[in-house]
T-cell receptor, first 112, second 114 residues
Framework: DAEITQSPRHKITETGRQVTLACHQT?????MFWYRQDLGHGLRLIHY???????NKGEVSDGYSVSRSNTEDLPLTLESAASSQTSVYFC???????????FGPGTRLTVL | AQKVTQAQTEISVVEKEDVTLDCVYE???????LFWYKQPPSGELVFLIR??????QNEISGRYSWNFQKSTSSFNFTITASQVVDSAVYFCALTAEGDYKLSFGAGTTVTVRA
């Protein structure tokens, strides 16, 4: 069955370190998205991609970057982790026919 | 700009009661899609339903039903005869055709007590 996976599921890091969160989907979807979820803020879009080599900034993109070298993967990089980036991160993918986004299980990131 | 409002922050019911979650949206697009997602305590986001703007038929799936009213820009969700397993945060979301990005509401936390 097609799926979307994220790794690691939990990560603790220190302020200033670079962190990369992986997202891999086997749906063969063109569209991929990264969100963060914080109490009181709901789901906020960080970056998104509509295809290979395409990346776009979402509403809370500062301090994050993504790259899309193939259809299956959209890794999210925190260039220099900050305590404000402690959050739960969700990756999602969708096709262009239905717009329905399917979410990965999430990564809980703690920045100390 | 698109906006989704879920005015109810929390709802608490006793098992077997019905519960209705409100979702009101704003969009200037004529073709758009509305969604509901469930986030149980385990944390994953589960897709429940997608409805396009041209289909105003109500939909029922088991104990879940959805009422889409374009005239009031609402897409409400009812759980009939609630069960403890329905306890979760429920999100309503909206996207315009060809946009692919979702605008989420803030979510409604439903607690079903035994």
């Amino acid at each position: 069955d097609a799926e979307i996976t994220q790794s690691p599921r939990h990560k603790i890091t220190e302020t200033g370190r670079q962190v990369t969160l992986a997202c891999h989907q086997t749906w063969n979807h063109n569209n991929m998205f990264w969100y963060r979820q914080d109490l009181g803020h709901g789901l906020r879009l960080i970056h998104y991609s509509y295809g290979v080599h395409d990346t776009n900034k979402g509403e809370v993109s500062d301090g994050y970057s993504v790259s899309r070298s193939n259809t299956e993967d959209l890794p999210l990089t925190l260039e220099s982790a900050a305590s404000s980036q402690t959050s739960v991160y969700f990756c999602a993918s969708s096709d262009t026919q239905t717009d329905t986004q399917y979410f990965g299980p999430g990564t809980r990131l703690t920045v100390l | 700009a698109q906006k989704v409002t879920q005015a109810q922050t929390e709802i608490s019911v006793v098992e077997k009661e019905d519960v209705t979650l409100d979702c009101v949206y704003e969009t200037r697009d004529t073709t758009y899609y509305l969604f509901w997602y469930k986030q149980p305590p385990s944390g994953e986001l589960v897709f429940l339903i997608r409805r396009n703007s041209f289909d105003e038929q109500n939909e029922i799936s088991g104990r879940y039903s959805w009422n889409f009213q374009k005239s009031t820009s609402s897409f409400n969700f009812t759980i009939t005869a609630s069960q403890v397993v329905d306890s979760a945060v429920y999100f309503c979301a909206l996207t315009a055709e060809g946009d692919y990005k979702l605008s989420f509401g803030a979510g409604t936390t439903v607690t079903v007590r035994a």
